[in-house]
């Protein structure tokens, strides 16, 4: 794919991003589809929820665009955009009517798993494994578990730092960003069209979700972009068999994903459903810690930017050395939030104590 396609995607998906977003903000309350305040909400006024309309709108206008305009560069990608259509139709779907009416868990991750097993079918699957180091392992049957299972986590683990305006949109504009620096860099170009018009609609979208936000992603918006970074990390083994093709675009999402290991884990070990939403993400404790929203926001960008050069720095130098440092990294993160939050935790319980 040529620098010109490329920029002619970002383009294209701003100006459809551009035009959607304020006509869904006055129709969501026109219509009264606003996410209102409540429990596990930080938000003090009702606002829309139609973020992942606009998503779904500006993707799909523009791959239809590069169809029409870029038919010879989309002709590898032909084949599987019926497939990767019918797995977004689905994941938006059931996000949307979970914004509109909360839904059990089991019927999302019933959809979720439809939308994985959709994909597995168009030919985008786990098989063999890259393993960082080791090389590639073949899975043969168990492919289609492996990539249900990859899908669902990617596809949730943007829903899961949706909490705080800015938080997820910001982090997955990093990603997108990072994942298109490495693709080119492998030269795997044509398989990012996803990634360019994720950046396009993000760019316009934080613009409306800064805070206050005017308008959210809601569950069919983030949803949708765990759901597309999922595509686009099963998409780049087809063009890069290489050990790195599935663990680079892990790294480049690492703040989400660390997110939902941390959930995960914390859920199961108190017993309660991994699928039910709490008050003890990683952006709560850094709130109750005392930090603003926008201060998370921002930590929450840094460190995402940090996963993103790691990422990067694995072409440039010897993986082995860079993974060594990203190890690091991260017990010297963990440390520090840990220490902090335990910190200030014990000091505003003497403050109360001393009131």
């Not at 459809?16 to 903000?25: E, F, Q, R």
């Not at 998503?55 to 791959?63: C, D, H």
């Not at 059931?94 to 439809?114: N, Q, T, Y």
């Not at 596809?155 to 298109?180: E, K, M, P, Q, R």
Request: glycine share 10%; hydrophobic share 55%.
């Amino acid at each position: 794919m040529s620098p010109l396609e490329a920029i002619m995607i970002v383009a294209f998906s701003v100006l459809m991003s551009g035009v959607a977003l304020p006509v869904l903000i006055r129709s969501g309350h026109q219509y009264h589809l606003l996410d209102r305040p409540g429990r596990h909400k930080r938000h003090k006024e009702p606002v829309p929820f139609l973020g992942g309309v606009a998503l779904f709108v500006a993707i799909w206008l523009t791959v239809a665009f590069l169809l029409l305009v870029f038919p010879a560069s989309m002709a590898e990608l032909s084949g599987m955009l019926p497939y990767i259509l019918a797995g977004a139709m689905l994941v938006g779907g059931i996000g949307f009517i979970d914004d509109l009416r909360s839904l059990p868990a089991w019927v999302k991750l019933g959809v979720e798993v439809m939308a994985g097993v959709v994909l597995y079918m168009g030919g985008l699957r786990i098989d063999p494994v890259s393993i960082p180091f080791c090389g590639q392992v073949e899975v043969g049957e168990f492919s289609l578990v492996i990539t249900v299972l990859w899908v669902v986590g990617l596809t949730n683990s943007i829903n899961l730092i949706d909490g705080l305006d800015g938080l997820a949109g910001g982090v997955s504009l990093i990603g997108a960003l990072t994942l298109t620096a490495v693709g080119n860099l492998y030269h795997i170009g044509v398989t990012l069209v996803f990634a360019y018009a994720l950046i396009g609609f993000l760019v316009i979208f934080l613009r409306y979700n800064r805070y206050p936000a005017r308008i959210f992603l809601g569950d069919s918006g983030s949803l949708q972009i765990g759901y597309y970074f999922a595509v686009l990390s099963l998409m780049v083994p087809l063009k890069s068999f290489t050990a790195a093709a599935l663990y680079l675009p892990l790294m480049a999402l690492g703040v989400p994903i660390l997110e939902s290991i941390t959930s995960t884990a914390r859920r199961l070990l108190r017993r309660k459903s991994v699928m039910r939403a709490d008050r003890r993400h990683l952006f709560h404790y850094l709130a109750l810690a005392g930090l603003t929203p926008r201060q998370i926001v921002v930590i929450f960008w840094l460190v995402s930017l940090a996963f993103g050069l790691f990422s990067l720095a694995m072409f440039f130098w010897d993986r082995i050395l860079v993974f060594s440092f990203l190890v690091l990294f991260m017990v010297v993160i963990s440390a520090a939030f840990f220490i902090f939050v335990s910190g200030r935790s014990r000091t505003k319980r003497r403050s109360g104590k001393t009131l």
